[in-house]
């Protein structure tokens, strides 16, 4: 079963086509991996992937919903977590999980269960009312992916969730996202972290706004004679003509 269809989906800014007609899927429980350089145009897909950007044409069914005519939909239905902004730093741990889950649209008594399921699991009961900016940063990132998937979405947007932590944390983190696929919740992720493109079921790589490589890790090494997929990245990348994304 896919729980995204893309086909010949575009966005354009003015004159300037940040992605440029990419048509792929991503079948439930897998882990796809959307890499690009900066300027490639992952983030800008990925925004509209998760309802947050008007398509200018093409079409994409997220999680069985149309980002162009349910946007509102596309958002109940999927997780989402990013480096940049995942946690309030000025809540506490328990105030994080409820201000999320109510965004979600999960009742109450539902939430105040599955908050000291989540906190006994993650072995954070004597954290519950930590302001959230006083954890390590390995810790917000656990915190931020579970309460990313509080609400058992059908996928989880993950873009560059492994930023600036270390390589023990981010291997438990990986370790974390295993979970979450064998319970049934697809995982779409962005990085810059070439080992972790090893990780995923299937890879693709955004050139200037369009997908110039999709296979799993080991046929896309297969295919560019690439010991590794850092070989495979920068075979593909050093063809962009454009900087920023």
């Given at each position: 079963?896919?729980?995204?269809?893309?086909?010949?989906?575009?966005?354009?800014?003015?004159?300037?086509?940040?992605?440029?007609?990419?048509?792929?899927?991503?079948?439930?429980?897998?882990?796809?991996?959307?890499?690009?350089?900066?300027?490639?145009?992952?983030?800008?897909?990925?925004?509209?992937?998760?309802?947050?950007?008007?398509?200018?044409?093409?079409?994409?069914?997220?999680?069985?919903?149309?980002?162009?005519?349910?946007?509102?939909?596309?958002?109940?239905?999927?997780?989402?977590?990013?480096?940049?902004?995942?946690?309030?730093?000025?809540?506490?741990?328990?105030?994080?999980?409820?201000?999320?889950?109510?965004?979600?649209?999960?009742?109450?008594?539902?939430?105040?269960?599955?908050?000291?399921?989540?906190?006994?699991?993650?072995?954070?009961?004597?954290?519950?009312?930590?302001?959230?900016?006083?954890?390590?940063?390995?810790?917000?990132?656990?915190?931020?992916?579970?309460?990313?998937?509080?609400?058992?979405?059908?996928?989880?947007?993950?873009?560059?969730?492994?930023?600036?932590?270390?390589?023990?944390?981010?291997?438990?983190?990986?370790?974390?996202?295993?979970?979450?696929?064998?319970?049934?919740?697809?995982?779409?992720?962005?990085?810059?972290?070439?080992?972790?493109?090893?990780?995923?079921?299937?890879?693709?790589?955004?050139?200037?706004?369009?997908?110039?490589?999709?296979?799993s890790p080991q046929n896309l090494k297969k295919q560019y004679e690439a010991g590794n997929m850092d070989e495979v990245f920068h075979h593909l990348a050093r063809k962009a003509k454009?900087?920023?994304?």
């Open positions: 079963m896919k729980v995204i269809e893309v086909e010949n989906l575009v966005k354009r800014f003015g004159s300037f086509t940040a992605v440029d007609h990419i048509t792929f899927s991503v079948e439930e429980g897998e882990i796809f991996g959307f890499l690009g350089a900066n300027g490639a145009g992952k983030t800008t897909a990925m925004r509209m992937l998760c309802g947050l950007s008007k398509p200018t044409s093409g079409t994409g069914v997220v999680a069985g919903f149309d980002i162009r005519k349910n946007p509102e939909q596309v958002k109940k239905n999927i997780g989402y977590m990013s480096q940049k902004f995942s946690l309030y730093n000025d809540l506490k741990v328990w105030e994080n999980i409820r201000l999320f889950a109510g965004i979600y649209g999960m009742p109450d008594k539902e939430i105040a269960r599955k908050t000291d399921e989540l906190l006994a699991r993650l072995h954070f009961e004597s954290e519950r009312n930590t302001l959230v900016k006083s954890l390590p940063l390995g810790w917000k990132q656990k915190l931020a992916f579970s309460v990313s998937i509080f609400h058992n979405p059908k996928i989880v947007f993950l873009d560059e969730p492994t930023g600036g932590v270390d390589p023990v944390t981010r291997r438990q983190f990986w370790e974390m996202i295993y979970e979450a696929t064998a319970s049934g919740i697809t995982v779409f992720v962005t990085t810059h972290y070439m080992d972790e493109a090893e990780y995923c079921n299937r890879v693709s790589i955004m050139v200037d706004g369009r997908i110039d490589a999709l296979d454009r900087k920023g994304d």
